[in-house]
């Protein structure tokens, strides 16, 4: 049983362009969301992250919108540059704190071509 | 500042036999986790230690085991290995009650023949 969910496997955008990319969950006890980026052979890398509290954050070109009665949170990067690309995956976690168990999606292959 | 470091970084093992993977968190944090990724998939939580104990565990059989040690370096030990336990294993450091995400070493891919 899935509870955080990413339907699109990849995505695939022009340099310049928005890139969105979308994450469903089902477990309403989810109060932390946060987005990770990873290139081959490296591990995770933090990108963004919102509380429940919150329905947006930002940081210089990537913004996290989060939809609580949806379910639903988005990562938008404007303008997208070729090194974004990479896989990027969506994390939840019940209680605020960073150190609580992260449960994440399958991920979603970005590309941006030049 | 030294990041996550794990080791090894590749390890090929049989069926069978056991395997320890090492794990030093990053400076200033005094909590452990480890994730499995198989292939395609997104990181799974195996466990989490903090002071030396084991603080949450998830859905993995006991043949995977655990250990921190008090300058808060870590262990993952798997016995018994199965095929299906070829994936790349994450270990991620966070500080207790700091509200800081957690930040991931490059991992250690394992693969059974």
């Known amino acids: 049983d899935q509870q955080v969910k990413q339907n699109s496997p990849s995505l695939s955008v022009q340099e310049g362009r928005i890139s969105i990319l979308n994450c469903d969950y089902t477990n309403s006890m989810f109060d932390y969301f946060l987005w990770y980026k990873k290139y081959p052979a490296e591990g995770p890398t933090f990108l963004i992250s919102?509380?429940?509290?919150?329905d947006k954050n930002e940081d210089g070109r990537f913004t996290v919108f989060l939809n609580k009665s949806a379910k639903h949170l988005s990562l938008h990067i404007v303008p997208s540059q070729p090194g974004d690309s990479a896989v990027y995956f969506c994390?939840?976690?019940?209680?605020?704190?960073?150190?609580?168990?992260?449960?994440f999606g399958k991920g979603t292959k970005l590309t941006v071509n030049p | 500042d030294a990041g996550v470091t794990q080791s090894p970084t590749h390890l090929i093992k049989t069926r069978g036999q056991q395997v320890t993977l090492r794990c030093s968190p990053k400076s200033g944090h005094d909590t452990v986790s480890w994730y499995q990724q198989a292939l395609g998939q997104g990181p799974q939580f195996i466990f989490q230690y903090y002071e030396e104990e084991e603080r949450q565990r998830g859905n993995f059989p006991d043949r995977f085991s655990g250990h921190q040690f008090p300058n808060y370096s870590s262990e993952l030990n798997v016995n018994a290995l199965l095929l299906g336990d070829s994936a790349l294993y994450l270990c991620a450091s966070s500080s207790i009650g700091a509200n800081q995400p957690q930040h991931f070493g490059d991992g250690t891919r394992l693969s059974i023949l």
């Open positions: 919102i509380s429940s509290i919150k």
């Open positions: 994390a939840a976690s019940e209680g605020q704190g960073g150190s609580e168990k992260l449960v």
